[in-house]
């Protein structure tokens, strides 16, 4: 027998009546992409290790990357973090249902199959209403990650995550296109610092405008979290950040490449293939996986991407794509 997994009939899900079937699959220990206002998430019962651990087998990650277990409800805290610390509450109640995972002491009871051995545990309540439909109808918590294969780039769509795991995946809820196009900010509330592990869409300064101290972000924490890779959000094609001055120097005399940029004068200077982005940062951030995804089908050797505005507002965007250029 062959060492790799039958493959499976994923089934494609629409709203309405694909809430039961997705709640229905959920219980009964199958994987469902679900959507998210970030990302297309990967969801299986938090509460059954043999079903979280079939979500590391369909997207080839390490088992020491811990999961972000999405709650219906803030109540179901408890549940899973001890130890709790009040500015927990504060952000939770500022921020949830949104995109902002809180990293807290994890509760006795959970498995280390879903903090991948770790004593914290990554806690958000999601803003998306099919999604806190499955969670609420469900009484269930779900670990999710990104429905994307090890590595490769987050889904902001069902057919993206179709492109990634079909045949890996029992199911897939079609949910549209996320709102928010980018990963969860992730703030460590374990230590006597607060921080920002993974930049994202609430900026540090939202958060500190909330918990009224200094909240810090580390440069390098691989370790703090382990799925924090160098290399990662990646496109098939190789993929190079040029200024904007290096580009209007060197696109007329460039080839055979595809352009992301968001400065017209930048689009004006290429002749090829040009896929713009808006110089609106939400708007850039929700288009941003799509985009690089599109470029990615597209005939051409290479992608060429103007670099977004290295603002604390852009910390997010510069964050992931600093990964996905990475040799
Ligand atoms: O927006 C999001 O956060 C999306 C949607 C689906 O909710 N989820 C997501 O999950 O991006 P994932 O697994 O692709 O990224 C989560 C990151 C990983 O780098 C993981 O290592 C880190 O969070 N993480 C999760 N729990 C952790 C923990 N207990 N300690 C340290 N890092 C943790
Ligand atoms: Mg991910």
Known sequence: MSSQAAAIA??????????????????????VAVPTETVYGLAADASNPAAVAKIFTAKGRPANHPLI?????????????????????????????????LLLNKAPQVSAVVTGGKQTIGLRLPAHPLLLQILQQSGLAV???????YKKLSPTSAEQVLAGLNGKI???????????????TIVDLTGEQIQVLRAGPISAAELEAVLGVPVTTPQSHNVAVPGNVKAHYQPGKPLQMFSRAELLRQLPAADDIILLCHSDDVANSYRGITLRLSPEKTAYARALYRTLFQADSLAGRQIWLEQPPQEPAWADVNDRLARACHQ
């Open 69 to 101: 277990v999405h709650l219906g409800h803030i109540s179901q805290l408890n549940e899973w973090a001890q130890d709790i610390p009040p500015t927990a509450l504060l952000l939770a109640q500022a921020f949830w249902p949104g995109p902002l995972t």
């Open 170 to 184: 029992a199911a897939i809820l079609d949910g549209g296109d996320c709102q928010v196009g980018l990963e969860s």
């Open 10 to 31: 994923t089934e494609l899900l629409q709203a309405p009546t694909g809430i039961d079937r997705a709640v229905a699959l959920l219980q009964a220990g199958e994987l």
């Open 143 to 149: 670990a999710a990650p990104s429905a994307n294969p």
